[in-house]
Nanobody, 115 residues
Framework: QVQLVESGGGLVQPGGSLRLSCAAS????????MGWYRQVPGKEREWVGT???????NFVEFASGRFTFDRDATNNTMSLQMNNLKPEDTAVYYC?????????WGQGTQVTVSS
């Protein structure tokens, strides 16, 4: 199994930026894909974006052009750079990983976009 630990959430003003990180207990290049989901109270968890072990990325429409992925192989960390944040981006963000035919989740990190 793989363990995921998120960090980097917090409070930011509209138009600001945040960088979320997801540290994995295994080499990130041994993980088929990693990604981010987000959830607000009363709503289903929604997909934000995914990066494969080969580096291919996909984002949901609201994230395209504002969010990007970075990877740090030395620290087994995948990061989500979020720019031009909007109040509607407020949510708990969860890292996930598809590893050896199983899906794993982190504990979540709160992102609040407010003035």
């Amino acid at each position: 199994q793989v363990q995921l630990v998120e960090s980097g959430g917090g409070l930011v003003q509209p138009g600001g930026s945040l960088r979320l990180s997801c540290a994995a207990s295994e080499s990130i290049f041994s993980i088929k894909s990693m990604g981010w989901y987000r959830q607000v109270p009363g709503k289903e968890r929604e997909w934000v974006g995914t990066i494969t072990s080969g580096g291919s990325t996909n984002f949901v429409e609201f994230a395209s052009g504002r969010f990007t992925f970075d990877r740090d192989a030395t620290n087994n960390t995948m990061s989500l750079q979020m720019n031009n944040l909007k109040p509607e981006d407020t949510a708990v963000y969860y890292c996930n990983a598809w590893y050896r035919s199983n899906m794993y989740w982190g504990q979540g990190t709160q992102v609040t976009v407010s003035s």
